[in-house]
């Protein structure tokens, strides 16, 4: 599989607390983008960062790229109930241009 | 969900029946894709369509077909319907191919007993 992991699979926090999600994977990368899916729905996209690019905020969402290391990670700040959800990466890898997603974090906020 | 319908969104069938899953599209984007998401497998991606009658296979594309005869219509196919075809498929879709953030549908529960 060309999946990369998630780590970790499930993660419990208090409401206000950071939540941090990491993705690693294993081959040359275009770009990688994060999504969150809310239960029962469709995944929505959150952000998109560059192979060239090391870090990009969008509001409390804060995502880095390390490619010597092969891996990223999304910071969510101050996390709200609102939050829970799972959270995939997904990334073009070598010659394709088709998304390849991990198995995703459970990130349960707690109030 | 940006414009992204699918139909059905719940379905139980037989083993053996055909199955046909519909996603429709008001955002005029070339690209379409069908994706099955598993526990323990995240998403993956069954068939894309990078234009009218334009498909090719993805990672697990056995057992499944496709048809797009309008650029809104994103038809997936179970010939021939297997329990391991039990699965939530999500269509999506995107101006270019990967390019650009992928925007999904609600999701199709499909189960085969």
């Known amino acids: 599989s060309q999946q990369g992991e998630e780590d970790p699979q499930a993660l419990s926090i208090q409401e206000g607390e950071n939540a941090t999600m990491n993705c690693s994977y294993k081959t040359s990368i275009n770009n990688l983008q994060w999504y969150r899916q809310n239960s029962g729905r469709g995944l929505v996209h959150l952000i998109l960062i560059r192979s060239n690019e090391r870090e990009k905020h969008s509001g409390r969402l804060r995502v880095t790229l390390d490619t010597s290391k092969k891996s990223s990670s999304l910071l969510i700040t101050a996390s709200r109930a609102a939050d829970t959800a799972s959270y995939f990466c997904a990334r073009t890898q070598g010659g394709s241009e088709k998304l390849v997603f991990g198995k995703g974090t459970k990130l349960t906020v707690n109030p | 969900d940006a414009g992204i319908t699918q139909s059905p969104r719940h379905k139980v069938t037989e083993t053996g029946t055909p199955v046909t899953l519909r996603c429709h599209q008001t955002e005029n984007h070339r690209y379409m894709y069908w994706y099955r998401q598993d526990p323990g497998h995240g998403l993956r991606l069954i068939h894309y369509s990078y234009g009218v009658k334009d ?41 270019a191919l990967a390019v650009y953030e992928q925007y999904f549908g609600p999701g199709t529960r499909l189960t085969v007993t």
């Not at chain 2, 296979?57 to 010939?79: A, C, I, M, N, P």
């Open chain 2, 55 to 95: 498909t090719d296979k993805g990672e697990v594309s056995d057992g499944y077909s496709v048809s797009r005869s309008k650029t809104e219509d994103f038809l997936l196919t179970l010939e021939s319907a297997t329990s391991s075809q039990t699965s939530v498929y999500f269509c999506a879709i995107s101006p």
